[in-house]
């Protein structure tokens, strides 16, 4: 059974910064796609940043530029550093890996909340 673990959510005021952290049970690269999705209340969830397991990566309009996520083979963890926050980024952020063959499957964290407030 897959297994995600975040971490690294908090309380941070406008203009700070947070990493968050994805450690999975097991090779990071087994997986097609790896991502950071976010869902504020009454909003769909949303990607915000999603890495292959080629390393194509691809970001969310709203955050590019000031979010980066990046990936650690030796420890199968996926990092979302995120600077520059604001109060519209406040959000539960779930890490997701995808599974395509033979059919899509979708594994989640158990999310972490983010909160950007003064």
Known sequence: Q????????GLVQPGGSL??????????FSFPA????RQAPGKQRE????????????YAD?????FTISRDGAKNT??????????EDTAVYSCNAAQFAP???????QGTQVTVSS
């Not at 897959?2 to 959510?9: A, D, F, I, N, T």
């Open 19 to 28: 990493r968050l952290s994805c450690a999975a049970s097991g090779s990071i």
């Open 78 to 87: 996926v990092y979302l550093q995120m600077n520059s926050l604001k109060p």
């Open 2 to 9: 897959v297994q995600l673990v975040e971490s690294g959510g």
């Open 62 to 66: 709203s955050v590019k530029g000031r």
């Open 103 to 109: 059919y899509r499957r979708d594994y989640w964290g």
């Open 34 to 37: 790896m991502g950071w999705y």
């Open 47 to 58: 990607l915000v940043a999603g890495i292959t397991s080629g390393g194509y990566i691809n």
